[in-house]
C-alpha cells in the first residue's frame, strides 16, 4: 500500500456519523465488475456505510472501473472531472465527500490517478477489495491511498461471511464469481495484467455462496469468471473438476431454476462441459464464445491459439449436444495487419454461425499489450467501416432470431416489474426479456408462455 500526503484533507471537513454514511457505486464494463461492486458494498456495509442509488446523498463515490478499450477508461477520467467541482460544492458546505477509483483502471494507472485526477482519495486493484474499510480509514486521516497490489492471499477468502449475503435482498438472479484473471494473453488484451493470472475459487465455497444464493430467493446464478470455463477444483475425494463437474454439482441445490456461464474461451470448451449442456435441462441453451476473427492469420497474431475451422467444428459439437443453444460472441474489427480479406473472413464466419447475440468492437491499442507494438496499425476510418458492416450482419442475425421464438412456448423467468402497471418482464432461456402481464407478487416463479411478438431487444408473450 502506498500513501501520499491529500492534496485537500478530507478530515478538514465534517464527517457524517460513521453508521449513517452513504455510499454510491458506478460500475462501468463487465459483470465480473457488477458482482465486485456488490461485494464492496457488502464489505463496507459492515463498516457502517448503506448503499444509496443517490449520488447526490453520498458521502463516499466509488468508479468501479473497465480498462478494456482506451474509451472506458477516458470515461473515467471525465467523471473525475465532474467529481471534483461536486467535492468542491460539498467541501463549501462543510460536507465531506470521498472518492474512491476501484476496478482495472486503478490497477493498470495506480499512482497515475491520483496526479491526474486530485479530487481522488483511495485508488483499489480487484485484488484488494477487502483492504478497502481500512484504506478510507487511512483516507479519512488526510492521506491519499494507493492499494494495487496483488495480494499474495487468496482474495477470495475475505469475502464477507454467508450469513450477510442472507440477509441483504437481492433479485431472483445473482453473479458468482467462480474463478478471475487470465494466462491466455492475447495480444490484444490488458486483462492478464489488470486481473492477474488464472485463479480458481475452492468448490466448497461456491456451493456454499451459491446455496445461500438460493436460499434469499435467487432462482438463477449466472457463474462468471474472465475464463469462466478454465475453472478448475477438486472434490473432498481429491479428484480434479471442470467447470462441467461444478455445473452437475450445482445442479443438485433445490430451488434453483437456471444455470448460466460466463465468458468462456474456445480452448477451454471440454468435452465434460459440452455433456452438461447436453444432460443438465437447468443449463440455459445460450453460449457466449468470443472468436473475436474470423481469420487464421489474425487469429494466430491474436494469440488466440484456435483456427477458424477449430471454432466452428467446436460450434458443430456443442449444436449436436444441444440443437436448441443460441450463441453470442465477441468481435474486434480492425485489429493490426487485418486486411479486406481478413475482414471477409470474419463476415463469412458470423454468416455461418448465425449468431442470437453479439458485441463488436474496433481495436483500441493498449498500452502494455503485445498489441500495441504492432506496426500496420488500421486506419480509423477502415476500422469505422468495417465496424459498420459488421454490425449491420449482426444485428439482422439478432433481429432474425428474436423473430424466430414468435410463436414458440416456454418457461419464462419472472425478474422485476414491467414499465406499465401490471406488466412484467421476464427472461427467456437464450436471455431475451419477455413481457407479460401479470402481478409482482408472481416475481421469482417460472411461467409457460407463448411469444407473440418481438422488437429488436425484447419479446412479448402471453400465459398458457
Ligand atoms: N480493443 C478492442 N476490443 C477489445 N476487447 C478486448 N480488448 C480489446 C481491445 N484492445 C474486446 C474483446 C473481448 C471483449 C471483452 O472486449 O472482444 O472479448
Ligand atoms: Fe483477454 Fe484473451 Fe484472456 Fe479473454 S482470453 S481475458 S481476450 S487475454
Request: proline fraction near 4%; charge should be negative.
Amino acid at each position: 500500500m502506498t500513501e501520499q500526503p491529500a492534496l485537500s484533507p478530507a478530515k478538514a471537513q465534517a464527517d457524517a456519523p460513521a453508521n449513517t454514511r452513504k455510499v454510491f457505486v458506478k460500475t462501468y464494463g463487465c459483470q465480473m465488475n457488477v458482482y465486485d461492486s456488490d461485494r464492496m458494498t457488502d464489505a463496507l456495509s459492515r463498516d457502517g456505510y448503506t448503499a444509496t442509488e443517490d449520488m447526490s446523498e453520498a458521502d463516499l463515490i466509488l468508479l468501479n472501473t473497465c480498462h478494456i478499450r482506451e474509451k472506458a477508461a477516458e470515461k473515467v477520467y471525465s467523471a473525475l472531472g465532474r467529481l471534483r467541482d461536486m467535492k468542491k460544492t460539498r467541501a463549501s458546505q462543510g460536507r465531506e465527500l470521498m472518492i474512491g477509483v476501484t476496478g482495472c483502471v486503478a490497477q493498470a494507472e495506480g499512482e497515475e490517478i491520483l496526479r491526474r485526477a486530485p479530487a481522488v482519495d483511495v485508488v483499489i486493484g480487484p485484488q484488494t477489495y477487502h483492504r478497502l474499510p481500512e484504506a478510507l480509514k487511512r483516507a479519512r486521516t488526510g492521506q491519499r491511498v494507493v492499494d494495487t497490489e496483488y495480494a499474495l492471499e487468496d482474495k477470495f477468502s475475505h469475502l464477507p461471511q454467508a450469513e450477510k449475503a442472507k440477509t441483504r435482498q437481492r433479485g431472483v438472479t445473482a453473479f458468482l464469481t467462480v474463478q478471475e484473471g487470465c494466462d491466455k494473453f492475447c495480444t490484444f488484451c490488458v486483462v492478464p495484467y489488470t486481473r492477474g493470472s488464472e485463479v480458481s475459487r475452492p468448490l466448497a465455497q461456491i456451493l456454499d455462496e451459491a446455496r445461500n444464493l438460493v436460499d434469499g430467493g435467487v432462482r438463477e446464478l449466472t457463474l462468471l469468471g474472465q475464463n469462466v470455463n478454465a475453472w478448475h477444483g477438486l472434490d473432498a475425494d481429491g479428484r480434479e473438476l471442470s467447470l462441467g463437474d461444478l455445473l452437475y454439482r450445482l445442479s443438485e441445490i433445490p430451488g434453483l431454476a437456471r444455470l448460466r456461464y460466463t465468458t468462456s474461451h474456445p480452448r477451454d470448451m471440454d468435452e465434460r462441459l459440452i455433456h452438461a449442456h447436453r444432460d443438465l435441462r437447468m443449463l440455459m441453451p445460450y453460449l457466449h464464445l468470443p472468436v473475436q476473427s474470423g481469420s487464421d492469420r489474425i487469429l494466430k497474431a491474436m494469440n488466440r491459439r484456435h483456427t477458424a475451422d477449430d471454432y466452428l467444428a467446436l460450434i458443430r459439437r456443442i449444436r449436436e449436444a444441444r440443437p436448441d443453444i443460441a450463441l453470442s460472441g465477441d468481435f474486434i474489427v480492425g485489429f493490426p495487419g487485418e486486411t479486406e480479406a481478413d475482414f471477409e473472413a470474419t463476415m463469412a464466419l458470423v454468416r455461418e454461425v448465425n449468431y442470437a447475440q453479439a458485441f463488436s468492437f474496433k481495436y483500441s491499442t493498449r498500452p502494455g499489450t503485445p498489441g500495441a507494438e504492432l506496426e500496420d496499425q488500421v486506419d480509423e476510418a477502415v476500422k469505422s467501416e468495417r465496424l459498420e458492416r459488421l454490425q449491420a450482419l449482426l444485428f439482422s442475425q439478432q433481429y432474425a432470431f428474436n423473430d424466430s421464438r414468435v410463436g414458440m412456448v416456454f418457461d419464462i423467468l419472472l425478474e422485476k416489474p414491467g414499465r406499465l402497471e401490471g406488466q412484467l418482464i421476464g427472461r427467456s432461456p437464450w436471455l431475451q426479456s419477455v413481457n407479460v402481464d401479470g402481478d409482482p407478487a408472481e416475481i421469482g416463479s417460472l411461467i409457460r408462455v407463448r411469444i407473440t411478438g418481438a422488437g429488436n431487444n425484447s419479446l412479448f408473450a402471453e400465459r398458457i
